[in-house]
Each structure stands twice: as C-alpha cells, then as structure tokens.
C-alpha cells in the first residue's frame, strides 16, 4: 500500500495535496501536527479512502509541541470523526498505548519508532518491543547515512513478514529512498509518499506519483528483480526515468532504484545479493572491478565498468557507454579508416578512443592535463596531440568527451573552436542535449550527434542485459525527452 503524507501547512493547503495526490495512494495520513488549524472535520472528510491520523510530538522529530494531554485529546477528535488508523510513538509509554488499543473500536493501532540523527535502532529489541505493543501495524523509521543502511528496514520488515505481522521500515534520507520503494520485496505493507516536491513529511521521502507510476512501488513482490544506478550523487540521474518504464514496457517484474553509495564495500557486502544488476557511474566506474568476479572484453579494454550483471552467482562486468557513443556516431557516419579526436582523458574518452580504434579508425586524443592524455594515448595504443596546439581540419570525427558545457556551465567556452566544415562533432554532454560546443559546430557546417543519443543507447544496451530484451529508439527517445522535463 501507498500512504500519502500529507502536511498542509494549512487546511487548504492539506485540501490541496488531497485533492491532487491521494489518487496516487491506498491511504492518506494526515500529519495533524504539521497542519494549522483546529478544525478536522473538513479535512478528515476529504477523502473516502482510509485515513491514518498521526500528531508527531517534537520529541520525535515531529511538530506539535503541546502537551501529552492535548496530542492525545487531537488523536482522539480524529479516532471520533472515524479515521481507520492512528499513528502513536513507542515512547508514548504502555499506560498510553494500553489505553488507545483498549479505547480504539474502528480504530487500528500504528505503533511507530523513529531515530534521528547518529542513534540507529538495535533491531532485535525494537522489533520485539513494538510487537508487544498491541499494534496493528508497526512502523520503524531511522536516517541512513549511507544507502547499506537501509538493509537494517529490510530485515526488521522480513522479520515481520516471517511472523506475519504488518510492518512498515523506512531509512530516512536519501541513502534510504530504496527502502521507501522496494518494501514489498522484503513483505513490508505499506510506505509514505509525498503529495508534490518540497512538501515531504521525512526526508527522502519520494514523490506518491513516483511511487505509484515510475516505481509501481506497490506491485513489487519476492520475486522482483531490483536494478539500480550507483555513484555518488545520484540524484539527478535520469536512469530511474529510462529503465523503469521500459520495464513495464516489456512486462518484467524489476525495479530500478538509486543507489547514493558512500562505501562501495559495504554496498557490495550488503546490497549487491538482493541486486540482479546495476548501472555504475562516477566516481566508482574504475572502482568496481575489485568487486566482480569477471570482465568482459569491452570492460577489460576500456577498463572501466558501467554495467554490471549477475549470471547465477557470478557478477559479470561490461561497458554499454563504448558501443553506445560509437554507434551513434555511426548512425552518421562508419568511423573505419577515419581520423577521430577525442577532446578529453577521463572515463568517457577512454571508452570512446578504445571502441573507435576497435572499429578501425585512427584515433588521437587530446586534453586539459596532457599527461593523462599520454598515458591513455600509451594504454590503448591511439595517437596523443596538444590540446593548444590543434586545429580541427585534420579530423573526419571529432569527439568531447570533457564534461565542458555540462550543466550548469552550459555557457562555458567550448573546448575547441574553428571551421568544423563537412566534420562529424560529437559531444558526450547530454545536459543540455545540444550544447554551445554543438551550437557552433553546426552553424560552422558540421553533423552533429548529440550526448542524448549516447545515452539513450547505453540505457537501451543497458536494458537488453538486464532483460535479455531490447527496448525500440523510439520508445527510448520519447522517455529521454519526458526525462528531461522532469528532472
Ligand atoms: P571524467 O572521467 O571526470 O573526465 C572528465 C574530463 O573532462 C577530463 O578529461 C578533464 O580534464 C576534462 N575537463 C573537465 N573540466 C574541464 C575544463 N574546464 N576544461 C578542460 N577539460 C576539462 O568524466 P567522464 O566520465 O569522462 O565524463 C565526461 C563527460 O561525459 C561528462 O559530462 C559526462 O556527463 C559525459 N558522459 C556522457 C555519457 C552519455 O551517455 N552521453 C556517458 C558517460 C559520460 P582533466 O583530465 O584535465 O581534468
């Protein structure tokens, strides 16, 4: 079940969210202690789906900061106006608690627990606490601060499931946002999403809608296949917008969530055996190859990972970003027997130059710091020429794989200017999807490819691994473009 959380801060404001959120939702909590007003009765009408009233004192990490006497009085108008569910803390005390569960009629019992800050619950005896409670359902919620802590909510909502109880486990922050979205993988019942950005209840909380349409949160069971991006930050990668409606495109039970990694061993440690595969991005693309037991040819050649598979117990890494960028430059042009140059030394040249010089072209690369331009030029055997000193008349494809130009520096001079006349330009930047690099390629007569076709290939590649089935260009373009106007 998805819960809608909402907070107001005022009545209509609380109206508002109900109105434009609580179709995405099984159940819609009003937070009576984040909403002004004192009236309920309106707002607690405002929707035939069942309600969960919750006053989270401030020692919580709530807002009401009244007395016991009076939270408790504001639960109680809540439980007489006929909400299905109230929310109480664990630390209200067994006298409360007792009371409530023998007072309650209609009315089940949330009994929660939320730590903040540095305390981390000790599952055992939370769990065996708030079980002896005489909850309904009970609820734990911690601030993670490295996304291996959320294996914690996991096993407390496992060993709820085991002892058939309904259970809610959440790690807060964005490390935690996975367990918000994977709890019916681990036999949690339900989870809490946010009417609109900026209106959260807990942090990390994701978006009802997302939860609902992107993740299909609720639909997820046992037998769900979860995939994922890690790196750090992974915030605004777009990939959860790609993959998880390819997915339901192509009928799989998989999930693809963000991974914020901190430590990569506690991630592989912990994380990596509930996975089925992930995408890898910075700053962990050349990390990760101590962690998987073998690597394809393109991973071994580019050396560097941006996929990682599991075949049986074996984690398999490969490189979807090396064919990706060079299939869609030959979309334009076929790159054999053409002098390439690659602007730029790190992670992306490299899977550039190798790919290229794979499909037979002469390959240079040039960049910023010119030693490691060198020292890529001496690993993969490509030729190596001065970032000052070029012009571009020599090359047929000229490729910047430097992140110049990127987001929020859309502005930034270009790393080469000139007469790019009758040339193929390349630009791995993909936000903006046509960069001023690009801007001034085509005014000077070149065909250009942008980053977004790059990325789109490398999502789709990305797909066929993880699916074994291909998702249509179309299909993919189409979620790039809505992609871009979400994030
Ligand atoms: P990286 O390993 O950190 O390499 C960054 C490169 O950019 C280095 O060569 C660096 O030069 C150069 N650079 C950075 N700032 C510069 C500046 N102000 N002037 C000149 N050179 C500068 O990053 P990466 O993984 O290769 O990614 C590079 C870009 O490709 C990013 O924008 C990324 O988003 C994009 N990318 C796109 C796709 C796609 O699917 N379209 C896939 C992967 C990457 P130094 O060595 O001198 O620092």
């Known amino acids: 079940m998805i819960i809608l959380s909402v907070t107001g801060p005022t009545i209509a404001e609380a109206l508002r969210q109900v109105r434009s959120s609580a179709r995405f939702a099984h159940l819609v909590e009003f937070r009576l202690d984040l909403i002004e007003g004192s009236d309920l009765a309106p707002l607690l009408r405002s929707t035939r789906k069942p309600r969960i009233a919750t006053c989270r004192p401030s020692w919580e990490g709530g807002g009401f900061r009244g007395s016991e006497s009076e939270r408790i009085d504001i639960l109680r108008s809540a439980s007489a106006l006929g909400v299905e569910y109230c929310d109480l803390e664990l630390r209200a005390g067994a006298t409360v608690l007792q009371e409530s569960s023998a007072r309650r009629s209609e009315t089940k019992l949330i009994v929660s627990r939320h730590y903040f800050g540095k305390e981390r619950p000790r599952a055992g005896s939370v769990y065996a606490e708030l079980s002896s409670s005489g909850a309904d359902v009970i609820k734990l919620a911690y601030v993670a601060d490295d996304v291996a802590e959320g294996i914690l909510a996991f096993e407390f909502l496992r060993r709820a499931a085991r002892d058939r109880r309904k259970a809610i486990g959440i790690a807060m922050g964005a490390a935690g946002e996975p367990t918000r979205i994977l709890y019916r993988k681990f036999g949690g019942w339900a989870t809490y999403g946010a009417p609109e950005e900026g209106s959260a209840a807990a942090p990390g909380q994701v978006l009802c809608s997302h939860l609902r349409n992107l993740y299909r949160a609720h639909e997820l069971n046992r037998s769900t296949r ?187 001079p270009p790393i080469l200017t000139g007469d790019f006349r009758g040339k193929v330009v390349f630009d791995a930047v993909y936000n903006p999807p046509v960069t001023r690099f690009l801007r001034r390629a085509r005014e000077s007569g070149a065909r250009i490819v942008p980053g977004t076709e790059m990325y789109l290939n490398q999502a789709a590649l990305q797909d066929r691994i993880f699916t074994g089935a291909m998702p249509g260009r179309v299909m993919m373009r189409r979620l790039l473009r809505k992609a871009g106007r979400t994030g």
């Open 226 to 412: 979860v995939f994922g991006v890690v790196g750090n930050p992974v915030e605004h990668s777009k990939g959860i917008f790609l993959h998880n409606p390819v997915f339901r495109a192509l009928g799989k039970n998989a999930v693809y969530c963000r991974f914020p990694v901190k430590d990569l061993g506690s991630f592989f440690a912990r994380c990596m055996p509930y996975l089925s595969g992930c995408s890898v991005t910075l700053p962990f693309k050349e990390k990760v190859a101590r962690y998987l037991d073998s690597l394809d040819r393109t991973a071994r050649g580019v050396g560097a990972v941006n996929t990682i598979v599991r075949k049986g117990t074996r984690l398999i890494g490969t490189n979807t970003d090396a064919p990706a960028a060079l299939d869609a430059i030959e979309r334009i042009l076929k790159v054999s027997g053409r002098q390439v140059l690659v602007l730029g030394a790190g992670g992306a040249a490299r899977a550039l130059a190798y790919e290229a010089k794979r499909r037979a072209a002469s390959v240079y690369v040039a960049n910023r710091s010119p030693k490691k331009a060198a020292r890529l030029s001496k690993e993969l055997g490509v030729g190596c020429v001065g970032l000052d000193t070029l012009t571009p008349e020599k090359f047929d494809i000229i490729a910047n794989t430097t992140s110049v130009g990127m987001y929020p520096n859309t502005e930034a």
